[in-house]
């Protein structure tokens, strides 16, 4: 019996809107609940309106206050157990240290590692692959 | 007999000296038997030149000198062996019968007694010779020819400046120190260079000369490596020297190394400086790593949308082979989308071009169905593989089940930048003449591609409106974000 998925959305932070739409139906496709924002300071805001979120999936690179590693940051110091998954096409340590327990996965992102990821994150079970 | 001047001794012998002004041998003077006598037994050089007429006497010595003047000049006046250089010779010679003597280290005369102009140099004294009652007899002089000596110092000296040049046009700064206090004994224009055109160095300590490096260190070092005997070497070495134009610091990264240099018997004397201001090529060495860096990124981020699209085609496609063909299709689009950025280089494509491309593919030269219009505007790398897909989606789409998939129906096609704040650039999709058309129930993958909106963009939005006579399709975003290159 495959876990039930977490009530809470998954929630996925990408400005390129065709690779943020793939992302989202591909959780879906997983059984997840998903809501997406198209740079950080979206994601705040829609952080703010929810009781909670399952996980945070971010991209690094991208407009606004702030970039991925630093909302990642700031997730983890308000929700210290929210998973965090961080996406780039490559990790420039110019952009700042990864949050404690946070998972790096490159762009284009393999779906099998992306599974692999969320069930070591308990987001879903292993089954499915 | 005189065993060390055969030749001469020779003609001294032979000459029958009482048909000259100096008279019969056995009259002569103690002096000048004494003189002669010296003169026919000694190795080195000799020249007597006795009496008023001032006749001269040599040795074999002295006759190698005198190159082919020699017999003739035997027994001679004076003037008539060195007439050619009689400007020089005389005032010394008058000197010496005036009871003046006169040495001379190095005297240089173009002599033709090989038969041709020569460069020689002599070592000689003019010694007066005076009678018990002071009287000057004559004149007597040990000379040397010093010719082979000087060309040699002559050749050193050229070698010292060759090497003095290969110091100056080697690239790179060459400076040497020397003593245990590092007195700047020479540096190159490198050198000079580096450390700011114009400071005065030669003769100073590198303490007083470049003060600036005390507090950094580098005295100790030098201390070290004359101390040690052992060379420093260091690539990308952080300094701060007082070279800017007023004298103000600047930080250069060198590569530098202190090489300790020995006299004859081994100790050290000074220091070999070599270094190279390597900052420029550092920074251009970051700035091409940064570039590859981003490059890498870039080609990263075009998989992932790639990726993406191939995902979103193949989730949506009725089967393989309609699949495949969107799948090329749209690819085929991006890659003249790019074609547009390379062709002109970053910052070069614009709307326009990205329209014409679609109306290439999907319009009828002899009977168009479009009507485009709007500003040449500048286009983004990142919103312009958006916005060309876009409009192929939308072309598709018209031409499967909107106005174009009936020989009646058009597309009208304008952009803008919207007035009065001119921040937003607006570009509406609208069709005419074709099907009723009613919102799909089911969004395909054209309709997705589309909603996915212009990338790069900041407030972007695409907006489907399903007006039964005809469809359009509202753009909107930031143009700033629309414009900029990333």
Request: charged fraction near 20%; include cysteine; charge should be negative.
């Amino acid at each position: 019996m495959p876990d039930h998925p977490r009530s809470s959305p998954v929630l996925v932070v990408e400005d390129d809107g065709l690779i943020r739409m793939d992302l989202a139906d591909l959780l879906s496709d997983m059984g997840l609940a998903v809501i997406e924002a198209g740079n950080a300071d979206q994601a705040l805001k829609v952080m703010d309106t929810l009781p909670a979120i399952s996980a945070l999936l971010t991209d690094i690179d991208m407009p606004g206050s702030m970039n991925g590693i630093e909302l990642a940051h700031l997730t983890a110091t308000r929700h210290p157990t929210c998973p965090l998954v961080i996406i780039s096409g490559r990790y420039n340590p110019a952009d700042g240290t990864l949050p404690d327990g946070a998972v790096f996965l490159s762009k284009p992102i393999s779906e099998q590692m992306l599974k692999r990821t969320l069930t070591a994150m308990k987001l879903m079970t292993g089954d499915s692959e | 007999m005189f065993p060390a001047n055969p030749d001469c001794g020779n003609l001294f012998d032979e000459m029958d000296w009482s048909k000259t002004p100096l008279g019969a041998r056995e009259d002569w003077s103690v002096e000048l038997k004494t003189l002669t006598n010296v003169m026919l037994g000694s190795l080195q050089p000799m020249l007597i030149v006795w009496g008023p007429q001032q006749i001269t006497l040599y040795n074999d010595g002295y006759a190698a000198m005198c190159g082919h003047r020699h017999p003739a000049a035997f027994g001679r006046s004076f003037r008539a062996l060195w007439h050619d250089i009689w400007d020089a010779v005389e005032p010394i010679i008058t000197a010496a019968y005036e009871g003046r003597g006169t040495s001379m280290d190095d005297i240089e005369f173009t002599m033709h007694r090989n038969g041709y102009p020569e460069e020689t140099h002599f070592a000689f004294s003019y010694t007066p010779v005076r009678d018990p009652w002071g009287t000057v007899l004559g004149m007597f002089c040990a000379c040397t020819e010093i010719t082979a000596q000087v060309m040699v110092r002559r050749a050193e000296r050229t070698q010292r400046e060759r090497f003095r040049q290969v110091f100056e046009l080697s690239p790179g700064g060459i400076a040497m120190l020397v003593g245990p206090n590092h007195v700047f004994d020479y540096a190159n224009e490198d050198y000079y260079t580096m450390i700011g055109v114009g400071r005065d160095i030669i003769g100073k300590t590198v303490a007083e000369a470049v003060t600036e490096v005390v507090r950094q260190g580098f005295i100790d070092i030098l201390d070290n490596v004359y101390r040690t005997g052992e060379s420093f070497i260091a690539r990308d070495l952080p300094i701060q020297l007082n070279r800017g134009p007023d004298g103000e610091m600047q930080r250069r990264l060198i590569d530098l190394v202190y090489q300790p240099m020995r006299q004859e018997d081994g100790a050290i004397n000074g220091i070999l400086v070599q270094a190279r201001d390597v900052t420029d090529l550092r920074a251009e060495e970051a700035s091409r790593e940064l570039l590859s860096h981003e490059l890498g990124h870039r080609l990263k981020n075009q998989l992932a949308m790639v990726q993406a699209i191939a995902s979103q085609t193949l989730r949506n496609a009725p089967d393989i082979a309609s699949a495949r063909q969107r799948l090329s299709e749209r690819l085929a689009v991006l890659s003249a989308a790019h074609d547009t950025i390379l062709e002109g280089g970053r910052g070069t494509s614009t709307v326009r071009q990205l329209v014409q491309q679609m109306t290439d593919l999907h319009d009828d030269p002899a009977a168009p169905r479009f009507a485009t219009s709007g500003p040449n505007l500048k286009i983004g790398s990142r919103p312009s593989l958006s916005l060309s897909l876009i409009l192929h989606e939308l072309a598709t789409n018209a031409v499967k089940h909107g106005a174009l998939s009936v020989p009646t129906g058009s597309v009208d096609l304008r952009w803008r930048v919207v007035l009065p704040e001119a921040d937003r650039f607006e570009m509406i999709w609208t069709e005419r003449g074709g099907p009723t058309v009613a919102e799909p129930l089911v969004k395909g993958s054209g309709s997705r591609l589309i909603s996915a909106g212009l990338n790069g963009t900041s407030d972007g939005h695409v907006d489907m409106i399903y007006a039964p006579d005809g469809l359009r399709c509202i753009v909107t975003a930031d143009l700033e974000s629309f414009q900029k290159e990333h």
